[in-house]
């Protein structure tokens, strides 16, 4: 035990991986910029700070030069495609960079028409983990600093991609921080549960940060903005934050790709992403339903069989 | 005859949501058999079960409620081919997602009751009534929607503590 | 001669005022992050760490009501939140990035009209600021002419000092009447060395200038550039100690509700929405277009000062790293 803590340390991962995905990423999207076959590649740019990059749209074989890939290159740039976001990409074929999380969005987005693969180059990474909220000063990826979600990736290794970027380093394996946590609130007695939760919702300000990082959240009218007739209270009162954590939840239940964007984002460090990983684990089991990088047609939520588990039904 | 009405310290507000042609038409035959079931339950009327959005059933815990019923067509009846097959899924990870935020799932039935079984309207509507009076009300959301952010509550319960605490 | 004060009797300052009834806010652990939130007791007091919202909500909470309204007898009737029961608040341990903040609201809290929820909560509060002693990359108050050691919009500010005591000084009445009401805590004494303050790294902004840049680049290129990231969440308005806009909300029934003012972001799409359906800011970057030059120009046109103290908090929270340090550089340096 003590000894695989040990080696886990340092993660096992060199900066000069970041390095030569960053000149992979580099060379790639300085190429298909040329070759005109995109008319623009979102990637990420470096910030001004160390600890952060900055998601960017490059259209031109310069600033294409300069994109990188660190461990601060946290977001998942499947939002920049949808049309929450409209109005901000030039016309034709886009270049994208993702990691295993984000291509499971780009998947779903598929699945739900929002997208189409076609118009899509996608730079997939080779990725051996990104940062979580809390960085490492000199930007490198510590057992400390890395994100609960690459603790228990399963989605290193991009598929159905155009490009690769990188090599997959040797990974040690981390405890998966995340996965204990959901057993312990599982665990608990419901009042203890409902203690737990309110407790988090409290803290929620309604920034509305965890939806609008969320690539399935691209609703033109949420339901949580309205208020003829007002669904969820729109103020910040811990009643009205607890409806509207519960119907985020709800909405992506089935869609969500699990990439932790809204846990990362939230300002108040609310965890939202168990509320995700519960749902996405209640599904698989109740209908063998994963998101996964190849998009599927329908999710969990918009079909049926009439032999579904009706155990819970009079 | 009317049955003899027994008094009860608390009567639970039970909030129906029914599906127009199947619960809905069963509950009415009920009615018109005379069946007695508790007036506890208040029904509101859908298209069907498909169209129950979860975040009704949210808003009447929210505003009161004590349990919630959700009832509609039998699998196979549905007046619109599948919109039951698709509330059933859809409830079932709703339920998971209420008890995984610490609600208590006995406060939440759901049925299916065609129009002719006004006698299954009755025992569900009893049994959840009975469960719900023998559990009290629920309180979790009624308490929720009392509490501010300490900057806009004018004493804080952890200011009172501290008051007595150190006085 | 200085008054000093030792950290064990600021946490006595802390239990007596407690004691008095006061509502004594500041710095305390909250989970994972440090908030200002109200303190039980002196113990409570979590120095040394930049909460992670900004003290402004004593003054212009989340979210708060501001009448009831119910049907008695068929007739509707209104009921206003009794402002005289706001009560008399003391804000301790607020850094000078907090503690500068509502000496720059007031001014539009009083224009046009008098917002009595925040005026009257502010007449009822005592700051006490005190020296920032430590930083991070995204700190920037040298930059728009607040220090770690800034007085300004403090009652009663204090110095950390080497021997862990603090030097207060007292910078308005208010600030006076907190210590000579509990005179025994403090003492009159040389002041040991001053611990050292907090040095962000940043070069200091020349904010007329970048006023004068904005007054003229309503459109650039600029705003685009930034605007194709922005998500339009609200977290940096909202953890902003100089973000002020509000929404107004009735909550309820038709029978009986409240009319809620809460805090509302120029970053959010519907926060220009017109009944009509009609958007004057219609797209991202007019948005965030609205957030710099509000800041930085409109606020300065109205009142002569600048919406920012420099604290970094939008920095650290940007799901998309905007860095407005970064970008006021950017203008700086434009504007020549």
New interface residues.
Partial sequence: MNAKAQKAKGCGIEPAYYDAVTQAIRSEAVKVLKEGAVSAVIGYLP???????????VTTEEEAGRLIFSP?CV?NLS??LTKA?K??LPGGKIGIVAKGCDLRALAGLMGESQIKRDDLFIIGINCAGVQGAVAAGNGQLTEASIAKKCRECTAHTPEGVDFVAGTLPHLDGLTPLEAEELARIEAMPQAERWAYWKEQFS?C?????C???CPFCYCEQCLC?K?RP?AV?????PAGNTAWHIVRAMHLAGRCAGCA?CE??C???IPLNLLNRRMAQELKELYDYEASMAPQEKGPLNQYKEDDDQSFIK | MHAEQVKHDFEPKVVAFVCTWCTYAGADLAGTSRMQYPPNVRVLKFPCTGRIDPVFILRAFQKGADGVLVSGCHPGDCHYMAGNFHARRRFAAFRALLDFVGVDLNRLQFSWVSAAEGGKWVEVVTELTERVRGMGPMKEFKELELE?????S???P??K???D??? | MPQIITEANLRSLI?SL??E?K?VVGPKE????VLY?????GADLKLGALP??SSK??FF?????ILTFGKEDGVTKVKDVDRA???DAVLIGALPCDAGSPSILDAVFSWDYNDDFYLERRKKSTIVGIACTSCD??CFCTAVGYAPDSPAGSDLFLTPLKDGSYACNAVTEKGEKLVSAHGSLFKEGAAADAAPLAAPDTAKLDLAKIKEWLNTHFEDPLWQSI???C?????C???CPACHCF?I?D?GTPDHGTR?K??D?CG?G?FTNHASGHNPRD??NKRYRNRIMHKFKYYDDKFGKTLCTGCGRC?R?C?????I??IL?KINVQAG
């Fill in positions: 910030g001004r700070r160390k600890s952060a990059a900055v998601p960017a749209v601060a977001n939002l920049y976001k109005g901000i803290r300000i309604r920034c509305m940060a939806r609008q990082v903005d208020n007002q209270e729109s103020s910040p009162r964007e990362r984002s300002p108040m460090d | 501010e952010q300490w900057s806009a004018l004493s804080t952890e200011l503590a501290a008051y605490s150190i006085t | 239990d407690v004691k009834s509502l909250a989970g994972s992050m939130q109200p303190l039980s007791n992670r919202r909500e004593l909470p989340i979210c708060e009501d029961s706001f009560p990359d995204a605007a194709d990231v998500l339009g969440c609200g977290a308005a909202f953890i929404d909300n909550e809620r809460h805090w972001a959010f519907k797209i991202q920095i929270a799901p998309v790293g905007i860095d340090g970064d550089n």
